[in-house]
């Protein structure tokens, strides 16, 4: 049963673009939402986070939206830049955190000239 | 600052052999998460150490343990392996928590295979 679901499992788009990528989850539990981005051979590194207790958190060209009701966040990067294009991960976490944090699948961002 | 490190980078081990990878936590870290990702997976949370004790795990077997040390570096054991164990494994460390949810940083992982 996946608790964080990613259901793109690829996006295009052109440089310069907004790119939107999506994240559902299921746990009512879940009260910290994270996004990390993924290059190949390495680990995951961490972009931008949200709590519950907002709806929006932004940091330079990233914003996360976050609609608790519909158990749904978003990864908005304007503009879109060639060094954008990696695996992007959503993840969340509990109260306390020491259960870990649940990810998704991954989207895979391919940032187009 | 020195981010989080693990070692090795790869590691190629028979079914029925035990292994044992290590991770460095960032400076002025003091918990140490572990997880498996699969390939075309997410990663998967297999345990967490605080205070050398482990506080929280996931849907893994007792052959996964572990072992956090007074400097807050931790181990990963495997006994028994499994060809379902060949995988990417991370290493994670957080800062001491101030009443919130703090995140975890990742290392570059240790590649498992099990032949």
């Known amino acids: 049963d996946q608790q964080v679901k990613q259901n793109s499992p690829s996006l295009s788009v052109q440089e310069g673009r907004i790119s939107i990528l999506n994240c559902d989850y299921t746990?009512?539990?879940?009260?910290?939402f994270l996004w990390y981005k993924k290059y190949p051979a390495e680990g995951p590194t961490f972009l931008i986070s949200?709590?519950?207790?907002?709806d929006k958190n932004e940091d330079g060209r990233f914003t996360v939206f976050l609609n608790k009701s519909a158990k749904h966040l978003s990864l908005h990067i304007v503009p879109s830049q060639p060094g954008d294009s990696a695996v992007y991960f959503c993840?969340?976490?509990?109260?306390?955190?020491?259960?870990?944090?649940?990810f998704g699948k991954g989207t895979h961002l391919i940032i187009q000239p | 600052e020195t981010g989080v490190t693990q070692s090795p980078t790869h590691l190629i081990k028979t079914r029925g052999q035990q292994v044992t990878l290590r991770c460095s936590s960032q400076?002025?870290?003091?918990?140490v998460s572990w997880y498996q990702q699969a390939l075309g997976q997410g990663p998967q949370f297999i345990f967490q150490?605080?205070?050398?004790?482990?506080?929280g795990r996931g849907n893994f077997p007792p052959r996964f343990s572990g072992l956090q040390f007074p400097n807050y570096s931790s181990e990963l054991n495997v006994n028994a392996l499994e060809l379902d164990d060949s995988a990417l494994y991370l290493c994670?460390?957080?800062?001491?928590?101030?009443?919130?949810?703090?995140?975890?940083?990742f290392g570059p992982g240790t590649r498992l295979l099990v032949l």
């Open positions: 150490y605080y205070r050398e004790e482990e506080n």
């Open positions: 993840a969340a976490s509990g109260v306390g955190g020491a259960d870990g944090l649940t």
């Open positions: 746990n009512s539990m879940f009260d910290y």
């Open positions: 949200i709590s519950s207790i907002k």
């Open positions: 400076s002025g870290h003091n918990t």
């Open positions: 994670a460390s957080s800062p001491p928590s101030g009443g919130e949810q703090e995140t975890q940083y």
